[in-house]
C-alpha cells in the first residue's frame, strides 16, 4: 500500500484546552477534512472508513443520550438548553439528530454556491423564510439583465429548492435604488461655455434614438475624457464611459428601452439607463456628466 505523507495544519494539532470556540472547533474540522483530499486514493479510503466507524460510535452513544434525556421530565429541560448551545447543535446536527433550522441550513447551502457567485461579481443575502419561500436580494452580477445573471439567479434558487427541504420557492426581493442630483448651477451654460467645461456634441438629430453614442472628448485642459450619452426613447442622459464595477468601458453595453436599463458586457451589471443607478449593487451609478440641449445642440461638460 503506498502512502503519502501529509502534514497536519495547524489548526490540527490536538489540543488540551476544553474551551475552544466554536469557529476554531469547525475550521479544524475544515482543515482535517481539506488535508484528506492530499491523501492517495487507498490512504484516504482508510481515512473515511476510521472517520466513519468513529462517527458511529458517537452517534450511537449521543442516541442513547438524547433519548434517555428527553424520557425525563426534569432532564427534557436541560437536553433543550443544550441543544441551543452552537457547538451541541453543531454536533447534533452533524450526526443528523436534530435538523438544523431552514434558515441555518439555507445559509449553509448558499455558502456552497458563493465562490461561484462571487467569482461572477455576484452575492446573495438570505432575508427571511416563510411559509416555504426564501426571500433573497441579489448583488452584483446576480442582480443583472443578461444571460449571465439568470443563470446565477437559477443557481440559488435550485440551490436552495433541492438543498433545503423545508424551502419550495424563491423569491428575489428588490435592491432600492437611492437618487442621483447633478447641481442646478452645474447645467447652466455660461457666455464662454468653454471656460465653464462646456463641450459641444453636435445637433440631437446626430444622437441615434433608442442607442448609445460613444465620444471621446477634450476637456478645456486638454485632456481626453470618454463618455456615452444614451437616448433612451429621446431622453438623454451622459455618463463617463466607465462600469461602476470594474470601471470597464461600457461601448457594447446593452440598452433595453422596454426597461429601461443599461447593461455592461462584461459582467453585467445593470443600470437604470436615464439615471445611471446601478440595479444590481445598491449604491452604485455610473458617474453622470452635466448635459444640456441648447438651441437644437448638445452641449456636455467634461470639466476645465
Ligand atoms: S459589470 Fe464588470 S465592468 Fe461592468
Known amino acids: 500500500m503506498s502512502t503519502t505523507a501529509v502534514e497536519a495544519p495547524a489548526s490540527q494539532v490536538p489540543t488540551t484546552d476544553g474551551d475552544a470556540d466554536f469557529e476554531s472547533l ?28 468513529v462517527e458511529a460510535i458517537h452517534r450511537a452513544g449521543l442516541v442513547t443520550i438524547v433519548q434517555r434525556l428527553r424520557s425525563d421530565d426534569a432532564a427534557r429541560a436541560v437536553l433543550f438548553e443544550l441543544v441551543d448551545d452552537p457547538v451541541v447543535h453543531m454536533l447534533l446536527s452533524l450526526h443528523g439528530i436534530v435538523r ?21 461579481g455576484g452575492d446573495v443575502v438570505l432575508v427571511r423564510i416563510e411559509d416555504g419561500t426564501a426571500f433573497v436580494r441579489l448583488d452584483g452580477a ?9 443563470t446565477l439567479r437559477n443557481l440559488v434558487e435550485s440551490a436552495l429548492v433541492e438543498g433545503v427541504p423545508s424551502i419550495t420557492g424563491v423569491e428575489v ?28 456634441v453636435g445637433p440631437t438629430a446626430s444622437l441615434p434614438d433608442d442607442d448609445l453614442t460613444t465620444l471621446s472628448l477634450s476637456s478645456a485642459s486638454g485632456d481626453l475624457v470618454d463618455i456615452i450619452v444614451v437616448n433612451a426613447g429621446r431622453r438623454l442622459s451622459a455618463y463617463r464611459n466607465e462600469c461602476a464595477h470594474e470601471g470597464l468601458p461600457l461601448d457594447n453595453a446593452v440598452l433595453d428601452i422596454a426597461n429601461g436599463t443599461l447593461t455592461c458586457p462584461w459582467h453585467g451589471f445593470c443600470y437604470d439607463a436615464t439615471s445611471g443607478e446601478c440595479l444590481s449593487a445598491p ?12 438651441s437644437g445642440d448638445v452641449w456636455v461638460r467634461v470639466g476645465t
Open 26 to 53: 469547525a475550521r479544524r474540522v475544515d482543515d482535517a477534512a481539506a488535508a484528506l483530499e492530499g491523501l492517495d486514493e487507498s490512504s484516504r479510503a482508510v481515512a473515511d472508513e476510521v472517520k466513519a466507524a
Open 100 to 120: 438544523p433550522d431552514p434558515m441555518t441550513h439555507a445559509n449553509r447551502v448558499l455558502v456552497t454556491v458563493r465562490p461561484q457567485l462571487q467569482s461572477h
Open 173 to 200: 426581493l428588490p435592491n432600492e435604488p437611492s437618487p442621483t442630483l447633478i447641481p442646478l448651477e452645474s447645467l447652466r451654460i455660461g457666455p464662454d461655455p468653454a471656460s465653464e467645461g462646456w463641450v459641444k
Open 283 to 294: 449604491g452604485a451609478q455610473l458617474e453622470q456628466v452635466p448635459l444640456r440641449v441648447d
Open 142 to 150: 446576480c442582480n443583472g439583465c443578461s444571460m449571465s445573471s439568470v
